[in-house]
């Protein structure tokens, strides 16, 4: 995540909506987390910040302020589709779509 997203999803973020519309709804999936950690992190032996889901697969990868990026690796090599992931951060309930940079706010039922 380059600085101009950082900043687009800190203000969204406070601001609590998004700055655009998403045109990618219809690739979340009822996924399960693959696992409690960053997979590609752990082969590697490397650790990181926060963890994302992949919510067309359930890849549980690092974020962007990790070091390796795997989730938006992930969402890029598999463009046009896995562009949503959600937050595995205890305590956040929050979408983010890599293509549009938008916040997308967890459904209730699924929350």
Known sequence: MGLLQTIRFALQRVRGKPAAQCTHLDQIRDVTPSSTGCQQCLELGDSW???????????????????????????????????????MEPGEDWFWCYTDETLLAVPRSEA
């Open 49 to 87: 910040v926060h963890l994302r889901m992949c919510m067309t697969d359930g890849l549980v990868l690092c974020c962007d302020s990790s070091k390796n990026k795997h989730a938006s690796r992930h969402a890029h090599e598999h463009a046009p589709v896995h562009q949503i992931v959600r937050s």
